[in-house]
Each structure stands twice: as C-alpha cells, then as structure tokens.
C-alpha cells in the first residue's frame, strides 16, 4: 500500500510540473504592482551594470511592463536580475531574460516558480537601458 501512495505522489508532482508555468496568484500580483516602493535592476554581462527605480518610476514601471501572465520559459540565460521592495525590504525577486519577441521574469515564492511576462513596453524598456549602460562605459 505504501508504495502505491509513493507512485501516487510521484505521479501528481510530475503531472502538476507538467502543467507549464504559472501566473503570480491574485493578491501577490496585485501587491506588485500597487504597493512596491523600488526596484532594483541588475544587468549580467558583458559588463555588470545596475539601475533603480523609485517613487513614481516604480508605479510606472509596475504598471505598464509587467502583465500577469506566465509565459513558456524558453530562454537559456538570464540577461539579469531584478528586485522589487516594498519598504525597504524584498518582496519578490527573480532572473529576467529577453529577446527580440519575448520577454519575462522567472521567480520563485516558497517553493513554487512563477513566469511573469514583461509588456512589449517591459522588454523595450530594459533592452533600452542595457544599451544606454553600455554606451556609457
């Protein structure tokens, strides 16, 4: 009997990890987008290069570039990472990754991983700073 139940577990988490990726749930989403107060954005290579929003920034950022709603993760490396506050503190972070026709964070709460997808806007919008940075330099 025992084993059973172990073959029943089994079959339920891969069939529940098999169900693709999942959008962030109701209040987690609704508290992004209307309660952070910043967010801090991290570039990987081919320099490291950093950028925070704060105040009404984040309000316009939540708002326009981040939808809730998951997307395949499909993309091998993450371009960087990102971090919203609420605060002062961490309430949810992740890894970004984006190419010419998508974009979306994967992040995890507890144990589950969650795909956001960022707008058009989003993706544009972090592409542009990537490359401003990298002009700077």
Not at 48 to 54: A, C, E, I, R, V
Request: net charge positive; proline share 4%.
């Amino acid at each position: 009997m025992k084993k059973y139940l172990f073959l029943l577990m089994v079959v339920v988490t891969f069939a529940a990890q098999a169900q693709g990726p999942k959008a962030l749930p109701a209040k987690k989403f609704t508290t992004l987008r209307d309660s952070t107060t910043q967010i801090d954005i991290v570039y990987h290579s081919p320099s490291t290069n950093s950028l925070s929003l704060d105040g009404r920034n984040v309000y316009m950022f939540n708002r326009g570039c981040i939808e809730n709603q998951p997307v395949k993760h499909s993309l091998a490396k993450p371009i960087g990472y990102i971090m919203w506050q609420k605060n002062g503190r961490e309430y949810l972070s992740g890894d970004f990754f984006y190419n010419d026709s998508i974009g979306y964070v994967v992040t995890k709460v507890d144990t589950t991983k969650y795909v956001i997808k960022l707008s058009e806007q989003g993706r544009s919008f972090l592409q542009q700073q990537r490359r401003n940075s990298n002009e700077q330099k």
